[in-house]
């Protein structure tokens, strides 16, 4: 069997160009160099699949896998660890934590998604803490890898005036980066709010983890465009994980989310290991052979919409915790709460 | 009309005893004519009136609690407004439908939330079946004079000491596969005695729970339930494949049903929709449930006696009934630990 930086040169060579290799023996070969190397993933993977034939046969692992503090999911010596993302978790929640030996494969995707999907590239300003103040954040590093300029300090505060100094200074199109919580502080801030230079971008990320807030993307869209200048087509939707490697992106308001020729998805029936039909609803899993040092499949909590070979992202339903018997009294607090604007 | 007609009419569309009813309304308001006339109270006389309109906002994932709350605002004679799902609750149409016009002239039925926001201002008093914190919202919507009766969320679970006729699993499994295990009350853990080998019960339980799911299976779940299911299960696939502690039984190619045996006996709580946690009786059962003593309803017991009733009790749940009557509460029973008709009377004393 290959050594891991045998088959991370092949697939680095991979994400180079599509022609250097085959995705569908790559990530049969990196399943088994993972299965190998890493007794957890082994024993889940086996209990449903041993043997799989093609890369739909691999199970994908529960991100509740990266939540074990004894064992982790890595393919490799525990002592060769050299960076650790954490999930981003509420309080008294276990954090998730994905382990890389190193990030060739993880920046490696990072700029080919960006080249191969035809992103603009133009000057990156953030709305989230430097990689020094949260080194443990994937975003961060992505953002970082991205070239992108940082402007929340380590107490978690904006510096307004260093961005209007940015956009002033600069006054030439740039994208400004962060999640959506962090754009819907920015927008409530009550702080002047500076408008974009012209042909700017906007990219959003992350929903709006930690908080109760709940948004349409309708309206946070037109909130982009009205407090920013920002026309909706000019607005990138990133959707990854910390249990990843790779990112897809979204386009606008109704684009579906385009990943690169080293990620594939498939939308599964909640219960079952099989595919939804076109067009129906499910249960989102990832294969990305970028991720050669934990698992090249991911099970997702995402709601999808399936789309041909791709998805419709629709994310993760709030209401799907167990609620006893407020059904009804949900619907008519949403109505309390929103129906009289 | 009087207490006797309205509990006769009532009898017959949830068929039970007239006397039934009757007994309930003496219980809870000390005579069973205190509604229609003065009767005697210490050296006084008195009679109750009832508190009206009265707002029921109710779930469509527990029609039982509805017709049940729908019943106790009629056999007072208070004026009722109801509050359904967006979908309706077909249970209650039919309950409805069964009442004379006497008693269907007391009621108004609404799946608009426009209006029963609006019913809500005048109600005089609200029962709302609802999360903790979507009833502390309705709550400081309500004037300090409304009446108001929260049933917020509740979990449940089952105790089984002993398994000598061996009927326990089939049990179990009623209680968790009627109403598709939606509501309070059925059985989000069942605890065994490690004497009835708790991993074995699981498998039997599953086996139960398979055979009721080819007559019963479930219908009209959400995406988001069978996806919250899901990704329970896919976790607990995982554990289970690396930790000979946990084991997994579920049906094939859906989500139907889950068993999950845990030896960690801390209280965990299921997505429901017919998923089930079987962990070994501990020695202290209050230290396993690490919930809110406030938030435990019902214990399920096999096999049930009073006596064991008494120590369970201590647990803090409102109420301890025999296995396989978990979605079933009588009459009688007190909502949540609460009476449920007395709150709904005032009084007036002469004398």
């Not at chain 1, 995707?109 to 133009?122: A, V």
């Not at chain 2, 007559?215 to 996806?227: C, D, S, V």
Request: a negative charge.
């Amino acid at each position: 069997m290959n050594t891991y930086t045998q088959i991370e040169s092949q697939i680095l060579s991979f994400i180079d160009n599509e022609k250097n290799g085959n995705f569908e023996e790559l990530i049969i070969q990196a399943h088994l160099f993972q299965k190998e190397n890493c007794q957890l993933l082994r024993n889940y993977c086996e209990s449903i699949c041993k043997e799989p034939r093609s890369w739909q046969d691999i199970p994908p692992l529960p991100t509740e896998a990266f939540k074990n503090s004894d064992e982790q999911i890595i393919s490799f010596p525990k002592k060769q660890i050299s960076s650790t993302f954490l999930t981003s978790g509420t309080t008294g929640e276990v954090r998730g934590s994905h382990h890389f030996h190193n990030l060739n494969l993880y920046e490696k995707s990072i700029h080919s998604s960006w080249t191969n999907l035809q992103l603009p590239k133009l000057p990156i300003i953030c709305l989230t803490q430097s990689p020094p103040a949260s080194p443990d954040s994937s975003l961060i590093h992505m953002l970082s890898t991205l070239g992108g300029k940082f402007l929340i300090n380590s107490s978690g505060h904006l510096n307004h005036s260093n961005l209007k100094l940015i956009i002033k200074k600069n006054n030439h199109p740039l994208i400004l980066a962060g999640t959506a919580l962090a754009f819907l502080h920015l927008f409530e801030s009550g702080k002047d709010i500076p408008t974009l230079p012209e042909n700017s971008w906007v990219m959003e990320t992350g929903g709006y983890k930690g908080s109760d807030r709940e948004i349409s993307k309708e309206d946070f869209y037109m909130m982009i465009n009205n407090n920013l200048n920002v026309p909706i087509e000019n607005i990138i939707n990133e959707y990854s994980m910390t249990e990843l490697s790779s990112q897809f992106y979204s386009i606008g308001m109704h684009d579906i989310h385009k990943g690169c020729h080293w990620v594939r998805t498939r939308v599964l029936k909640p219960g079952s290991d099989e595919e939804v039909p076109d067009e129906e609803i499910g249960l989102l899993s990832i294969y990305d052979l970028a991720n050669l040092g934990s698992s090249i499949s991911i099970m997702t909590n995402d709601l999808a919409k399936r789309k041909g070979d791709t998805f419709e992202l629709l994310g993760r339903d709030k209401k799907s915790t167990p609620r006893g018997c407020s059904r009804t009294t949900d619907e008519m607090l949403s109505k309390i709460k929103y129906g009289h604007k | 009309m009087d207490t006797n007609k309205r509990a006769t009419a009532l009898s017959k569309a949830i068929g039970t005893q007239v006397e039934t009813l009757l007994e309930l309304v003496a219980k809870e308001l000390g005579h069973r004519d205190s509604l229609d006339r003065f009767i005697s109270y210490g050296d006084i006389y008195t009679r109750a009136h009832p508190i009206s309109p009265i707002l029921h906002i109710v779930s469509g994932n527990t029609p039982a609690a509805a017709i049940q709350t729908l019943t106790r605002g009629l056999l007072i004679g208070a004026f009722n407004q109801i509050k359904l799902p967006s979908e309706g609750i077909q249970e209650v149409d039919d309950f409805v439908e069964k009442l004379p016009s006497e008693l269907k002239s007391l009621i108004e039925i609404t799946r608009s939330r426009q209006t029963s926001s609006e019913w809500l201002q005048s109600a005089r008093a609200v029962i709302v079946f609802g999360s903790d914190e979507t009833v502390s919202e309705i709550e400081s919507k309500l004037f300090p004079s409304q009446i108001f009766i929260p049933h917020n969320h509740k979990v449940s679970i089952a105790v089984i000491d002993s398994d000598g006729n061996k009927e326990a699993a089939n049990l179990a499994a009623l209680d968790i596969t009627k109403y598709d295990q939606q509501g309070c009350l059925s059985p989000h853990d069942i605890y065994v005695h490690p004497k009835e080998q708790p991993r074995s019960f699981a498998a039997k339980l599953a086996d139960a729970l398979s055979e009721l799911n080819t007559k019963y299976p479930p219908t009209g779940r959400t995406i988001e339930e069978n996806i919250k299911i899901d990704d329970l299960r896919r976790s607990y696939s995982f554990r289970s494949s690396n930790d000979t502690s946990v084991q997994i039984w579920k049906s094939d190619s859906n989500t139907d049903w889950t068993v999950v045996y845990e030896e960690d006996p801390q209280f965990a709580a299921s997505p429901l929709g017919r998923f089930v946690f079987v962990k070994p009786l501990p020695n202290s059962l209050n230290d396993a449930l690490n919930i809110n003593k406030e938030h435990l309803s019902t214990i399920a017991l096999y096999p049930f006696s009073i006596k064991r009733a008494e120590t369970l009790s201590l647990c803090g749940a409102t109420r301890i009934c025999p296995l396989g009557s978990s979605q079933d509460p009588s009459i009688f029973w007190h909502h949540d630990g609460l009476q449920t008709l007395a709150p709904l009377v005032h009084w007036t004393d002469a004398g």
